[in-house]
């Protein structure tokens, strides 16, 4: 879906948020029969939508919570250097950000 609509409109900007691990995403996952290792997926479909040519920003961070934004952690979040808050605002402000993703992502 998300190739679908970058291919549709290349100007959107697909950006998203993930924790390695997220543990609900986790359960959904292994109710459907998928693979249980919730990160590798991630990265797999990761390198499909950029290779369809649609241009995605990714921030992947350590852990197994679920959602951030309503959390004071999406203010104080830092990985690799990066706040999370102010990679968000350089994208809604039309800046080119770098993927950020977690070396060590705390696997369950």
């Known amino acids: 879906m998300v190739e679908q609509a ?4 290349p100007d959107i900007v697909m950006s998203r948020f993930d924790f390695a691990y997220d543990g609900t995403q986790g359960a959904f996952m292994l109710a459907l029969g998928l693979t249980d290792d919730l990160l590798a997926s991630a990265d797999i479909n990761e ?3 950029e290779a369809a040519g649609v ?3 990714s921030f992947t961070a350590p852990g197994k919570d679920h959602t951030l934004v309503r959390r004071d952690e999406f203010y104080s979040m830092e990985l690799n250097g990066v706040s ?3 990679w968000v605002t ?3 402000n039309g800046e080119t950000v770098e993927d950020v993703h977690c070396e060590e992502c705390s696997s369950p």
Request: glycine share 6%; no cysteine.
């Open 55 to 57: 241009n995605q920003f």
């Open 6 to 9: 970058g291919l549709h409109n």
């Open 90 to 92: 350089s994208i809604i």
């Open 47 to 49: 390198a499909r939508i």
């Open 84 to 86: 999370l808050v102010d």
